[in-house]
């Protein structure tokens, strides 16, 4: 439980992080400067990580951390394309996807799945990589200039014997 309690206030102050970094001093239409469209459109995701192998929460505990950078490349009224890179795990068992997701909108709810490539660690130390797959289901929690969403994602890591596969539940900020 103390474990989980740390993650929890780690997760929490990340996001704080996040909230002051993304408040803006000026409109964007009151200043003189121009962003670039590279720094535009990106969401920072911060949560917990459990893995879905017994053996892996043995080893390393119950819960873990979930962070991913994604940006949006394409957007219509009905969908988003994103592409992005996560972090999932602890300290010695974790993977690192990097993977295009699609989510769709209606109403408040988000839903999608997505596929890339993953490197990760197993609960033996030895590294591996792999074809990584990704589901989402979420729900936006604000409709601001910076919205608030709230997802659960299951990422599956091939060649890893589900040691590497799991759920994440992330708050996530569009900056």
Request: hydrophobic share 40%; glycine share 12%.
């Amino acid at each position: 439980m103390k474990r989980f309690r740390l993650w929890l206030e780690v997760a929490t102050t990340l996001m704080l992080v996040a909230l002051m970094v993304s408040t803006p001093g000026a409109a964007k239409a009151q200043s003189a400067e121009v962003l670039p469209e590279l720094s535009q459109d990106w969401s920072v995701r911060v949560g917990l990580w459990i893995p879905q192998s017994q053996a892996a929460r043995r080893a390393q505990g119950e819960v873990g951390i979930s962070g991913l950078a994604e940006r949006r490349v394409y957007k219509t009224l009905d969908y988003d394309i994103n592409i992005g890179i996560g972090y999932n795990g602890f300290d010695r068992v974790y993977n690192i996807p990097v993977m295009g997701n699609i989510i769709w909108h209606k109403g408040n709810f988000r839903y999608g799945f997505g596929a890339g490539y993953a490197f990760g660690k197993r609960i033996d130390g030895r590294g591996i990589s792999g074809a990584a797959l990704g589901v989402n289901l979420g729900y936006q929690l604000t409709q601001t200039r910076n919205p608030l969403s709230l997802d659960l994602r299951y990422l599956f890591m091939s060649g890893a014997d589900n040691e590497l596969d799991g759920y994440s539940l992330t708050l996530g900020i569009r900056l």
